[in-house]
């Protein structure tokens, strides 16, 4: 590796170009880089109502219901006149109101009240209406123009829509106030004013790298996007901050800079390396999730977090050596005290800390796998929002409502009739729209205009809307998807398709649910390999893997002793975020505990790694506080907001468990941990097979 280093502090002018031209060509393909915000277009395309979706697609220009409407103080006539205004709409494929029913040139007194009821109630109309994918956000507005904004919106369209345009105005302000702030944490942390611009140069070329690669990607959905560039701005911290300590502690060694430089990242390969390893798998464990946003935001995070881990070994060594001279100009005095009272202090309390955390292991086990979830799209926006106040608008005069669509193979009137009969005797059926209740079995297709029929009929299928009095997601709901699917293999068996946002987030839940445990344990499993690898020890890895765990079981314990419901989706991705993202502060406490014993008695070990490590960890694990409650507190979309607050609330777990815990159980297993006392210089795993190949190289 000595080789390989010495190459780059020589080639550093070449590499600083070429890097920089990099940068400037990755902003601009970063613009071309598509955001995907529908939560269920990440379903698997083997999943029943993707499938279902897909052929409706194909057979009928309809689309599935995706949007409610409602108008308040309207008359039978203004609602009619209105309906067809949002026909009109660009990007509306269909409207279904009272008249698709009922013939409504009759007398409203003689229907059935609960039938009008769903469409009419209150002096208020109710419209459901399919909005094509690609106009969400046009139709959405035009309709909002035609309706007022003193009228209502929902459903999963409109929820799209909004989170396309607010999203992008609200990671822009997180981005700004999360680089403010790292500013403000490495002038506090540093020794140069010109080191935190350093750093953060780095990191933007790390960045703004991975943002225009992740073209090779074609689209990325909404999570990656709001959070991808902030996380890897977290968790990346400390690989730049770690290089320049190294540097400052060789060149005390020697006058030459050069060599000090290749000295450094000698030294801090090790470190840099084992803890960059397991961010990038950690994050690599999401790609065995089903639902496909794990895969999208495990790939652009691992690939970010590798960039990083090359840049710092790469560029970072040419940034400085450029600019060491001003550095050295701009020094200033620690603004932070020692950490050696600190380490005192630690070292009184750490052992019934570690009892204490030990006997927190099962309970924070147990409480963070008995959560209540929400699987779907339709409380990502609380009553705070304009979303959610209509969303409650709506359901305040019209109750909780959705829409399902059922294809089933045409030829059999009969048939369809029977099934049709069999669904209206479901309570939560309000109303079925098809062509056997609209127009009847005994009327000939020659007698309905073409596009009614176009709308009930194609070559191959029969289609049925089934107005749904049910949320779109919950225990119900889901009993009820079950239900109706199972009516409809009872009649048409194995040849029906059925889909709706209901049907959707049942798929949603099944998916996600099998993920869990898959994604958990191989993250886990693997962490744990290049762990051992590196570390060369059985305990070690058990200590620290144990450690993260056990304080990202308490992070998701919380909700449940607080009574809150979570998003299943946060619950499931922030498992190997925060494994992947804070295992690096229990790598740096060990890696120094081991170098501080091989001179000092293990007490005096304790207190002097804390004193040592506990700046940096500080800063990156401050750093990822801050990125994720700024997530979790400024971002209207509230799938996003709670996985902020669980990376920001998790890193803070991390840090507690790891400064106060972790030392206590490296003094406990010390006899494991240090089976012989080490002659100076030695070292682990990776750097050990670096040397053994420097030395063939030599």
């Known amino acids: 590796m000595r080789k390989f280093y010495t190459a780059i502090v020589k080639g550093r002018k070449p590499i600083l170009v070429i890097f920089l031209v990099c940068t400037a060509v990755c902003l601009i393909l970063q613009q071309f880089v598509s955001v995907d915000y529908d939560i269920n277009d990440y379903l698997p395309e083997d999943t029943p109502s993707t499938v279902s979706i897909n052929v409706m697609e194909e057979e009928f220009d309809g689309g599935i219901p995706n949007a409610r409407v409602m108008v308040s103080n309207v008359t039978i006539p203004q609602a009619l006149a209105l309906k067809e205004k949002i026909k009109d709409v660009e990007g509306v494929t269909s409207v279904t109101w009272l008249d698709d029913s009922v013939n409504i040139k009759t007398p409203i ?4 009240p609960d039938l009008v009821e769903t469409y009419y109630k209150d002096q208020s109309a109710l419209f459901t209406v399919a909005i094509k994918e690609e106009s969400r956000i046009s139709a959405v ?12 919106m929902s459903g999963s369209s409109v929820s799209t829509a909004v989170s396309t345009t607010s999203t992008v105005a609200e990671i822009q302000v997180i981005t700004i106030i999360a680089v403010l702030f790292v500013l403000l944490v490495l002038i506090f942390t540093t020794r140069s004013w010109l080191d935190p611009l350093i750093i953060l140069l780095g990191l ?15 689209e990325i959905s909404f999570v990656t996007n709001a959070a991808g560039n902030v996380l890897q701005l977290a968790v990346s911290l400390d690989y730049s901050v770690f290089l320049l300590h190294r540097f400052e502690e060789c060149r005390k060694e020697t006058s030459n800079v050069k060599e000090a430089m290749v000295n450094a990242l000698c030294k801090s390969t090790t ?12 994050f690599l464990a999401l790609v065995l999730m089903q639902f496909r946003i794990g895969p999208d935001l495990g790939l652009a995070l691992a690939k970010g977090v590798a960039i990083s881990l090359i840049t710092v070994f790469v560029f970072m060594p040419s940034l400085i050596l450029i600019t060491y001279k001003w550095i050295d100009k701009t020094t200033h005095r620690p603004f932070l005290p020692s950490f050696k009272r600190f380490g005192k202090l630690v070292s009184h309390v750490t052992i019934p800390l570690a009892c204490v955390f030990v006997l927190t292991i099962v309970p924070a086990y147990l409480a963070s796998n008995s959560n209540d979830y929400y699987y779907g799209s339709s409380h990502i926006f609380g009553t705070n929002t304009q979303l959610g106040s209509d969303t409650q608008k709506i359901e305040d005069v019209f109750g909780k409502n959705d829409t399902y669509v059922l294809l089933v193979p045409t030829g059999d009137l009969s048939q369809e009739k029977a099934l049709s009969n069999a669904l209206q005797e479901l309570p939560q059926v309000s109303d079925v729209i098809s062509y056997v209740d609209t127009v009847g079995a005994e009327i000939p297709k020659e007698y309905l205009d073409a596009d009614t029929l176009a709308q009930l009929q194609s070559d191959h299928y029969s289609r049925m809307v089934l107005n749904i009095d049910a949320e779109y997601e919950g225990e119900e709901t889901f009993s009820l998807v079950e239900q109706v699917r199972g009516i409809a293999e009872q009649y048409y068996p194995g040849s029906y398709y059925l889909a709706g946002e209901g049907v959707s987030t049942y798929d949603l839940m099944k998916t996600v649910t099998q993920d869990m445990l898959k994604v958990n344990l191989v993250a886990i499993a693997a962490v744990f390999l290049v762990l051992l690898i590196t570390l060369r020890s059985i305990i070690l890895p058990v200590i620290l893997v144990l450690n993260i765990e056990t304080a990202i079981w308490i992070n998701l314990a919380i909700p449940y002793f607080s009574g809150s419901t979570i998003f299943y989706i946060a619950y499931l991705i922030i498992s190997s975020i925060q494994l992947g993202a804070t295992v690096d502060y229990a790598i740096l406490m060990t890696d120094r505990y081991k170098e501080n014993r091989e001179r000092l008695p293990k007490k005096d070990a304790v207190v002097q790694t804390i004193s040592d490590v506990t700046i940096s960890i500080l800063t990156s694990g401050s750093v990822l506080t801050v990125v994720g409650l700024l997530l979790g507190y400024l971002s209207s979309n509230q799938l996003l907001a709670q996985l902020g607050i669980f990376i920001g609330r998790g890193a803070i777990c991390s840090l507690i468990i ?22 100076p210089g030695a070292s682990s795993g990776i750097q050990r097979i670096f040397r053994r190949h420097d030395s063939h190289e030599a």
């Open 109 to 112: 007194e003689t229907m059935d």
């Open 141 to 152: 507005d035009a309709i909002r123009q035609i309706i007022g904004e003193d009228n209502a």
């Open 204 to 218: 933007g070329v790390a960045i703004a790298i991975n943002g225009g690669t992740n073209l090779i990607f074609g």
């Open 271 to 282: 470190s840099i390396l084992s803890s960059g390893l397991t961010t990038v798998i950690g």
């Open 658 to 679: 790891v400064l106060l815990v972790l030392p206590g159980l490296l003094y406990l297993f010390d006899r494991l941990i240090i089976r012989k006392k080490k002659s």
